[in-house]
């Protein structure tokens, strides 16, 4: 697979190409979104702050992963979120998403994380199944407890 081999953690330079990616995502499922600038600015301050790892895929690229972690009471490593993952319409379905996952994990087990969750929605059937396919549950307790809900709210 050749989208395994451009994957790569992105840096400050990329902030706008990651604004791009990020403006298309949420333009796609019809989620407001602040101007590309703006975002690309604020990836920018993530990237140089620490507060979020992205990952890239391909030259252009088609697609991104965002990474969050956070201290645990937990475990005594770090949390990591899942924050965002979106590959481009047009290169779904050749293993991209898959390796954007597996950088992210990775990058969240190199960082000393110990955990990671994530959210989607209920009708992204393909994500669920890709998740899943990866060993992530919604389940309580494991595969056979109650369904695990995110709720959301603006402050």
Same mark, same amino acid.
Do not use: C
């Given at each position: 697979?050749?989208?395994?081999?451009?994957?790569?953690?992105?840096?400050?330079?990329?902030?706008?190409?990651?604004?791009?990616?990020?403006?298309?995502?949420?333009?796609?499922?019809?989620?407001?979104?602040?101007?590309? /600038? @703006?975002?690309?600015? !604020?990836?920018?301050?993530?990237? #140089?702050?620490?507060?979020?790892?992205?990952?890239? $895929?391909?030259? +252009?690229?088609?697609?991104?992963?965002?990474?969050?972690?956070?201290?645990?009471?937990?475990?005594?490593?770090?949390?990591?979120?899942?924050?965002?993952?979106? /590959? @481009?319409?047009?290169? !779904?379905?050749?293993?991209?998403? #898959?390796?954007?996952?597996?950088?992210?994990?990775? $990058?969240?087990? +190199?960082?000393?994380?110990?955990?990671?969750?994530?959210?989607?929605?209920?009708?992204?059937?393909?994500?669920?199944?890709?998740?899943?396919?990866?060993?992530?549950?919604?389940?309580?307790?494991?595969?056979?407890?109650?369904?695990?809900?995110?709720?959301?709210?603006?402050?």
């Amino acid at each position: 697979m050749g989208e395994a081999k451009s994957i790569r953690i992105a840096g400050e330079q990329d902030a706008a190409e990651l604004a791009r990616l990020f403006t298309d995502f949420n333009h796609e499922f019809d989620e407001p979104t602040p101007d590309p /600038v @703006v975002i690309a600015g !604020r990836i920018g301050e993530h990237i #140089r702050e620490g507060h979020s790892t992205f990952v890239l $895929a391909g030259e +252009r690229p088609d697609g991104f992963s965002q990474l969050r972690l956070r201290p645990s009471l937990y475990v005594a490593g770090l949390e990591a979120h899942l924050q965002e993952l979106y /590959v @481009v319409p047009d290169r !779904r379905g050749h293993g991209i998403g #898959r390796a954007l996952l597996e950088a992210s994990i990775e $990058a969240a087990r +190199r960082a000393g994380a110990e955990w990671m969750d994530l959210g989607t929605s209920e009708d992204d059937t393909a994500a669920r199944g890709l998740y899943e396919s990866a060993g992530f549950t919604n389940r309580e307790g494991g595969r056979e407890g109650p369904v695990m809900y995110v709720y959301e709210r603006d402050l």
